[in-house]
Structure formats: C-alpha cells, structure tokens
C-alpha cells in the first residue's frame, strides 16, 4: 500500500476495525482541510472541522501565561465534525474512510453524530457523508437522504454496514484534484436543484 | 452578587480582565446551553458550542479501551464558539460577558474570531454576538453588522472597547426567562426581516 504526500503509515490498530483518535482517518482529514482553505481563501464557504471534543480534568499553571492540561479524555462527539456556510445555506457533513472492499461498516459512526445529522436535514440544512474507500482511492459524497435509509435499516434489523455497489449507486465519486483536492461543493450543485 | 441556579462563585482572577478558559463565562454560557438545548428539543433549531480547541501533544493508553491525554494546551479558536441551523439558515455567533459598567472591552475577542464572522456574514449567514453585562444583568443581541464597525475602529485606532450606551442603541436586549433562558432566535427574528 502506497501513502502519497509523505503520510507515514498508520500503526496497525490492535485488533479489530477499531482505530483510536489520533489516527484515524489523517489522509481524508487533511485533503479536506485543504478543500475547506481553500473555498475559504477563494470566498466561496466556510467551512470548518470541529475540535476533537475533550473532557478536561486537571489543569496546571506552570506559568502565568501557559495552562497545561494533564489530564484529559475523549468524549464521544455529539456533532457531525464539518459544518459552515455556502451561499447562505448550512452545510453538515461527516467524513470517514475505510479499508473494507466490499462495505462500509458502520463501527465509527456514532447514534448520536446521525440523529444530529437528521436534525439538521430536517431543519433544512445540506447534509451528507464523505466516504472514502481506501483500497480504491475512491471518494463519494454521500447525500444523507440515501444514508439515513441504511441507518434507520441497521438500527431495525442489525445490519452493520452498507454494500460498496449502493454507496457507488446513490453518491457521486468526487474527481481527485490538486486544489481543491475534493470540490465537493460542485458535487452538492449537481444534487441538489435548490441551490441555483 | 448573587448566584442563581447553584452556580458557585468564581474564583477570582489574578490580576486584570483576563480569566482562565475554565473560569471565563461560565454563567452565561450555561443559559446559552439551555436555551439551545430548549430549540433542539422542540426543533426549532440545530445550534451548538463548538468545543474548545486544544492541542493534544501526549495520549498514554493505560488500558485498552481508555485513552488518557496526559499534555496538552488551548489553542486560540479560529472560529466563533457558536454555530448552527436555523430556518435552514446558517447561524453563527459568539458570547461574552464582562463585569465593565460603562463598555465592552476587546480583550477576550480575538481577530480570527472576528475575520471567521465577517467572512459568514459575507457568506449571507445570521452571525451576532451575545454579550452580558453582568452588573447589570442585561443581555444583549448584537448584530455584527454594528459590532464591525466599532471592531474595524479598533484596528484602525486603538480604541480598545464599544460604550455600553453603543451596545444598548444597537441592540436588541434579550429577556430572561425561565426556557428558554435567553430567546435569541426570536429577537433574531425583529431584526431580519429576510427570515419570514
């Protein structure tokens, strides 16, 4: 497996899909922070990841000026981690990327981050997935719509992950670019009629 | 000073203005978690806290399943604390209190937050600030549409607060109530007439 752009390879997590914090998903993150700077420096959205949400425990005060946290934990987010504006509208997305071939699992995708991802879908915002498969360098935009019916399918009856064929089916394959790396904002243009 | 809803005094700080990031605004911030968990729940709309943004420099795995962050420091948010759906429209906002009788003082504003809500607001979002003089007990919606011009004085002269009589001309003051604590989207509503 090849790692483009000088990303060193990922410790190999322990046992199972599980991939802590730290690593996971670094090369689809940083492509799309770029993305995002760069609708931000051309004006088009704004558009930004959250921060990784932290419980903080204890803190020093070594000096005045510097607050040194020591003690500190994940929390699981309550939020999708992409939000922003585009031409008026609010934007939500969530990014993941997997090694699986055949599906996606839907091991890293909290209750919580979909039901706030269906909150604002039915508030009227735009809201979608970016999954990557890594195996195929292939990205897609995943229009929520077509998402929540997996979901909702998986909450019902346990079905743990969406096939390859109906992501390929119900997203569109985002070209790979220099800059920006994944204009996913042109791919929202062609799916959504609202949005002149 | 009394302390409503068993919040515990605030330790008070050193030496000026300046108050920890755990201390600084805790009250108002509390009523603002209300007040958006209130329009959640009755969906009216999709408004969080963004969380604080800090730099994790060492993660210690003593178990499995429990990463520990043991250094880590806050970082300058590049973003405003608060953002969200609304009408299907992008909301973003910031909020302050300060114990100033006569004006808002810049201290706590940094530039990144406001270029953040200047480049939204040029991007067609709501985008206000939220600002409490707590000696009074008096909030405020203030648009940023005002709040700019006194920001971009700042940059050109120095002038390094707004006077309360400013804030309360261009404002819309917010009344208290028990839920929601501090109804913004309806004095939002007064103000733009674009959001029918």
């Known amino acids: 497996m090849k790692y483009p752009?000088?990303?060193?390879?990922?410790?190999?997590p322990k046992s199972n899909d599980k991939v802590s914090y730290g690593q996971r998903g670094m090369t689809l993150e940083k492509?799309?922070?770029?993305?995002?700077?760069?609708?931000?420096?051309?004006?088009k959205a704004v558009?930004?990841?959250k921060p990784t949400p932290v419980q903080i425990v204890n803190v020093d005060y070594p000096s005045r000026n510097k607050a040194k946290i020591t003690e500190a934990y994940f929390k699981v987010p309550s939020t999708s981690d992409y939000n922003g504006i585009y031409k008026g509208k609010y934007i939500d997305f969530e990014a993941k990327e997997t090694r699986n071939k055949t599906r996606f699992p839907f091991i890293n995708i909290h209750a919580h981050q979909v039901e706030h991802m269906r909150a604002c879908h039915n508030t009227?915002?735009?809201?979608?997935?970016?999954?990557?498969?890594?195996?195929?360098?292939?990205v897609f935009l995943y229009p929520f719509e077509h998402f929540v019916k997996h979901w909702d399918n998986?909450?019902?009856?346990?079905?743990?992950?969406?096939?390859?064929?109906?992501i390929k089916n119900e997203s569109i394959l985002l070209p790979i670019k220099y800059n920006p790396r994944y204009d996913y904002l042109a791919a929202l243009?062609?799916?959504y009629s609202e949005m002149e």
Chains 1, 2 share one sequence.
Do not use: C, W
């Open 5 to 12: 752009q000088g990303i060193k390879a990922r410790q190999k």
């Open 189 to 191: 243009e062609e799916f």
């Open 154 to 166: 998986f909450m019902a009856d346990g079905r743990k992950s969406i096939p390859y064929e109906d």
């Open 124 to 138: 009227g915002g735009i809201v979608f997935l970016i999954i990557k498969f890594t195996v195929y360098d292939e």
């Open 31 to 43: 492509d799309i922070d770029k993305t995002n700077q760069y609708y931000l420096d051309t004006k």
């Open 47 to 49: 558009i930004h990841k």
